[in-house]
């Protein structure tokens, strides 16, 4: 398998959205759930800050970094359920904090929900630390309210 990182382009906005609908629609990892509107999605995405995995050319994970006007940056990613475990989101993230590193930036932060212990896994072995918990953050479809764990790494 040949794992290729690159920036996106307007040309991957749409693949992009789709990759996002589809693991929306795990309601687990990441804090939107369907419906995805793919077209509003495409259209809004920030291209800029944002990284695709490709795998034999095809898009298997992203991530995105928004800039904020005080230095950090803000970061989300999500790799294809078929391709997790195998070393695609320590690709994106490692190549987003060299690219985070030349931009200037000194930190980058994240929320995580406490139970995603893949994602938590992979923040730690780059260095992030735990900042905070912000309780019953995130009200769910199903009216649950899930806590977000706050990460940060000082670049
Ligand atoms: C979180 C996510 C991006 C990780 O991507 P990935 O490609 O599976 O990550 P990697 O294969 O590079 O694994 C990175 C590290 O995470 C850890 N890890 C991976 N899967 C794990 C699991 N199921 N449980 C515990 N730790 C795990 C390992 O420590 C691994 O490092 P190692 O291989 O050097 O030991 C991916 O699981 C995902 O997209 N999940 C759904 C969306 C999501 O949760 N996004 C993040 C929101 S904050």
Known sequence: MQLEIRPAGDGDRRQLALLFAAVAEERDGIATEPPVDVDVWAAKWRVEGTFLALADGKLVGSLSIE??????????????????????????????????????????TLSVFPHNAAAIALYRKFGFVEEGRRVKQYRRATGELWDAVEMGLLL
């Open 67 to 108: 800039e904020s006007r005080f230095g950090f940056g803000e970061l989300g990613m999500a790799v294809a359920r078929d391709w997790r475990g195998r070393g695609v989101g320590s690709a994106l993230l490692a190549t987003a904090i060299e690219w985070a590193r030349e931009r200037g930036l000194h930190k980058l």
